[in-house]
């Protein structure tokens, strides 16, 4: 389950963080153990919904842009990505498909496979869904973890992704390798973090949720 | 024949001069106003502003944020992004140069660079001081300001007498054809929640509507 939140961030936005925020961590002990275990809950996972909160710093802001939602996941591709405050806005992926509804508009679709960022996205997804996400070639992987938490480090390898993706971390909960918080930061310094809760997994979600009109 | 010819002569004969002065542009008279009366909307707002950003061009459409904030005197900072925090432009706008502190490979091309500039330029009002021969006309309780520069063509903001607020900003070409439109509504604390920037003779529209 672990993956397809890695895999869905890894492929949907572009992010990054400074080494600052590494403080505290050390290379993972046993990244076999780890890399099993996340295969388990890939394996295992068919749903997943979460609430989050996503945060967005720009150098030439005194505040943080604040947003929030809820985010939905149902194996094997379907995916929806719902911000609710300050408005709403929904993201839907299926498969090469990528529905998007405005508040008050009709929703819109159209084809990742004709554009080349999203069709990148799409064989990343693809990726997740075989449980090959931390074998991804896209990236250089660092583990690392900390009293509470493990983090994978990916540094995207192409200079098309590094344009906008210098550095992605990924935490995950020591407790239930579960994934807590996802830090992006440019190379401005800018950077966005998104922080999930109430996370509950493998309960009913019916494909409705993956239709947007 | 003949009269078909005639006809086609006549219709382009009026709509080549309708095409070059469109309705209302070539009624203004001088008047004494200079463009240091007309006051930018941003300026001197020491907050970033954030709109929900809808881009329409040709089919495609773009759904996502736009933030812009005065750094100092007549300099803006202003940011294109995803829902999801991905930054498509960052620029700086002095009132001489454009800096490019980021940009997506997608949209790295001299002309989207440049229309989005100029349209910014235009909400902005950041390089008017560079502009010239200002005339102002009181028009339907408009008081309308024209700005002219050699080689930039013609500005147009429409200031209502009765609210005082800018309500909407023409931009022209040098000899008259409405090249773009931005109406400006709703305002609250002197900023406009509704902005709407539209293009003529390019299938290219802005909706924003501000967020915080």
Redesign the interface.
């Known amino acids: 389950m672990n993956k397809y939140f890695l895999f869905f961030f890894l492929n ?4 990054t963080v400074a080494f600052a925020q590494l403080e505290g961590f050390s290379t993972m002990k046993n990244v076999e153990a780890f890399t099993v275990r996340m295969g388990e809950e890939a394996r295992t996972t068919e749903t997943i919904s979460s609430d989050f909160v ?1 945060k ?1 710093y ?1 150098s ?3 505040d943080e ?1 604040e ?1 929030s939602g809820v985010f939905k996941f149902k194996k094997d591709h379907l995916l929806r ?1 719902e ?1 609710t405050v ?2 709403t ?1 929904i ?1 839907v992926l299926n498969g090469d498909k990528v529905s ?1 509804k ?1 508040e008050g508009k009709k929703a ?1 679709e159209f084809d990742m496979s004709s554009n080349e ?1 999203f069709k990148k996205i799409n064989e990343l997804m693809l990726n997740s869904v075989r449980g090959t996400v931390l074998e991804n070639d896209e990236f250089n992987l660092n583990y690392l973890e900390s009293k509470g938490e493990f983090l994978i480090h990916l540094v995207p390898k192409k200079k ?1 992704l590094k ?2 993706l210098q550095n992605i971390y990924i935490y995950f909960d020591k407790s239930d390798y579960q994934v807590s918080s996802i830090h ?1 930061t ?3 310094g ?1 950077y ?1 973090k998104i922080m999930f809760k109430n996370k509950k997994l493998n309960e009913e979600l019916s494909e409705d949720n993956f239709i947007v009109k | 024949m003949k009269n078909f010819l005639r006809i086609t002569l006549l219709l382009s004969s009026v709509l080549f001069f309708f095409s070059c002065n469109p309705g209302g542009y070539f009624k203004l008279k001088k008047n004494t106003a200079d463009s240091a009366e007309l006051t930018p909307i941003f300026k001197g707002v020491n907050k970033a502003q954030i709109y929900r950003a809808g881009m329409k061009f040709k089919d495609f459409e773009f759904g996502g944020q736009l933030v812009f904030r005065q750094m100092k005197e007549d300099v803006f900072r202003v940011v294109i992004m995803s829902e999801i925090g991905v930054k498509f432009l960052d620029i700086e706008l002095t009132p001489t140069e454009r800096i490019v502190h980021q940009i997506n490979e997608q949209i790295n091309r001299p002309l989207v660079l440049n229309v989005l500039e100029s349209d910014f330029r235009l909400l902005l009002m950041n390089d008017i001081q560079s502009y010239k021969s200002s005339t102002k006309k009181n028009v339907n309780h408009k008081t309308i300001y024209k700005l002219k520069k050699r080689g930039k063509g013609k500005r147009f903001y429409y200031i209502n007498d009765e609210t005082g607020k800018l309500d909407n900003i023409e931009k022209a070409s040098k000899f008259g054809n409405k090249k773009v439109l931005v109406q400006l509504e709703n305002y609250k604390e002197g900023i406009p929640k509704n902005i709407s920037i539209e293009h003529f003779g390019l299938p290219l529209s802005l909706i924003l509507e501000k967020v915080k």
């Open positions: 949907i936005f572009s992010f996503q967005k720009l030439f802001m005194e842009i947003s990505w911000y300050p408005y806005y993201i998007i405005e819109s960022t098309e344009n906008v992006m440019e190379e401005s800018d966005t």
